[in-house]
């Protein structure tokens, strides 16, 4: 039997890292042709390696997503997508005293505008072949307020209404653009912050934290033929929400 993605292309933002990587993975694994974005050359590389060891294949492209030329010019490199999905993100938290103009404008920069290009630049392609589909990847706190997450929370809240504005735009045209709420991952970018993965895993019903491999499935459940009735919804892959005591 074919495997389900063969024949199409996708480009992976972040994927030289946690969640990015897996999901990256998972398309080659399902026969999807990777463009492995990241800025990390070295770290490019490996998971390209890793993709094609496994049988796939896979390409790397560089681009800080903080600069937007740098965004149209990895528009250009990945070329023709059917799927699009928009990982790459940071996250640095602080209140709101705290968080200086650079620190604001790097979330809106790279979590919102790039995701926004990416769109502007690629989606029309899939328009004029007849199909694809976007992936925004959020987080929880687009919609639970966190401690100190305020603008990265407001960044990935303008990724899901975008989704759905998106979803409309192209979804008459068989493009399909949904979003993956996540919540907290064990990934490089956050056990390098010391204890917070613990403190929001134990808002969560399963009090625990997620492997990356398991949020790679949502993402790419989402991409797939299987979601074909599914367009603009956010996914929570969030381990459930603790109930508030009555
Ligand atoms: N992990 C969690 O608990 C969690 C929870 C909710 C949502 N999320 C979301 O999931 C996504 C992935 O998170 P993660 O934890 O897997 O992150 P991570 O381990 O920190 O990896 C981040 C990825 O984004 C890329 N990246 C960051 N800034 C970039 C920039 N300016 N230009 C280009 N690439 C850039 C990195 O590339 P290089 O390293 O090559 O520079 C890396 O591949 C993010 O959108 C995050 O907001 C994560």
Not at 143 to 171: M, N, P
């Amino acid at each position: 039997m074919a495997a389900p993605l063969s024949g199409s292309s996708a480009l992976v933002t972040g994927a030289t890292s946690g969640i990015g990587y897996e999901i990256a993975l998972e398309l080659a694994a399902r026969g999807a042709e990777v463009v492995v974005h990241g800025r990390s050359a070295e770290r490019g590389a490996k998971t390209v390696r890793e993709i094609e060891n496994a049988g796939g294949k896979a390409r790397f492209v560089a681009a800080d997503l903080n600069d937007a030329d740098d965004v149209r010019r990895l528009a250009a490199a990945a070329g023709e997508v059917d799927i699009l999905i928009n990982n790459a993100g940071i996250y640095k938290f602080g209140t709101t005293a705290e968080t200086d103009d650079s620190t604001f404008d790097e979330h809106v920069n790279v979590n919102l505008r790039a995701p926004y290009i990416l769109v502007q630049k690629l989606v029309p392609g899939m328009v004029e072949r007849g199909g694809g589909s976007v992936v925004n990847v959020s987080t929880i706190v687009a919609s639970v307020a966190g401690a100190g997450t305020g603008i990265y929370g407001a960044s990935k809240a303008g990724l899901e209404q975008l989704t759905r504005v998106w979803a409309d735009e192209f979804g008459g045209s068989g493009v399909r653009v949904n979003a993956l709420a996540v919540g907290p991952t064990e990934t490089p970018g956050t056990t390098a912050v010391p204890g917070m993965l613990a403190a929001v895993a134990a808002t969560t019903t399963f009090g625990r934290v997620a492997e990356p491999s398991e949020i790679a499935r949502a993402a790419v459940f989402l991409a797939s033929p299987d979601a074909s009735y599914v367009n603009g919804a956010v996914l929570h892959a969030t381990g459930g929400q603790r109930a508030i005591a009555a």
